[in-house]
């Protein structure tokens, strides 16, 4: 598997998994009738260094590293992953997720937070084993299609 930074005609190879995951409605919180242009401003942005994993020259995974807060909060990150679902448990997206990690390591980044995760996801697991942990959860803040209402994890890990 290869990991890179992206480029803008990656995205036409990112949208089909993005639309998918987003549609689910079962792991972001975004709208899950977010517009292909809508999706690319939040995902691609500028403001974002964004990274895309191949596997025999197939887009199968994207991941965005990006401050998540301003001013002399800024070196704490922030990140998002998205691994195409036909494809999940392959180790793809424990791959991103180091190389990302390294990344923000590098780039002077002293920590990692991620503001919603919820709690339902799959993904706590990798998180955790990544050695995140989770600072509180927001009770009822997601009105997941099969849970009903759940909570959102707030994550951090120390880089």
Same mark, same amino acid.
Do not use: K
């Given at each position: 598997m290869l990991i890179r930074e992206a480029v803008p005609g990656?995205?036409?190879?990112?949208?089909?998994?993005?639309?998918r995951i987003v549609a689910a409605g079962?792991?972001?919180?975004?709208?899950?009738d977010t517009s292909e242009e809508d999706a690319r401003s939040l995902w691609m942005n500028p403001a974002k260094r964004v990274y895309v994993a191949e596997n025999d020259g197939a887009v199968v995974?994207?991941?965005y590293l990006t401050p998540n807060y301003g001013g002399p909060a800024a070196? #704490?990150? !922030? $990140?998002?992953?998205?691994?195409?679902?036909?494809?999940a448990g392959r180790g793809t997206g424990r791959a991103?997720?180091?190389h990302v990690l390294a990344a923000a390591r590098a780039e002077g980044y002293r920590?990692? #937070?991620? !503001? $919603?995760?919820?709690?339902?996801?799959p993904a706590v697991r990798l998180w955790t084993s990544l050695g995140f942990t989770i600072?509180?959860?927001?009770?009822?803040?997601?009105?997941?299609?099969?849970?009903?209402r759940v909570g959102l994890h707030i994550m951090h890990r120390a880089l």
């Open positions: 990656d995205w036409p190879r990112i949208w089909p998994f993005w639309q079962e792991t972001y919180a975004w709208d899950r995974a994207s991941a070196r #704490v990150a !922030n $990140a998002g992953f998205m691994v195409d679902p036909d494809l991103l997720a180091e920590g990692m #937070v991620f !503001n $919603a995760v919820v709690e339902t996801n600072l509180g959860t927001v009770p009822d803040a997601f009105d997941h299609p099969r849970h009903g």
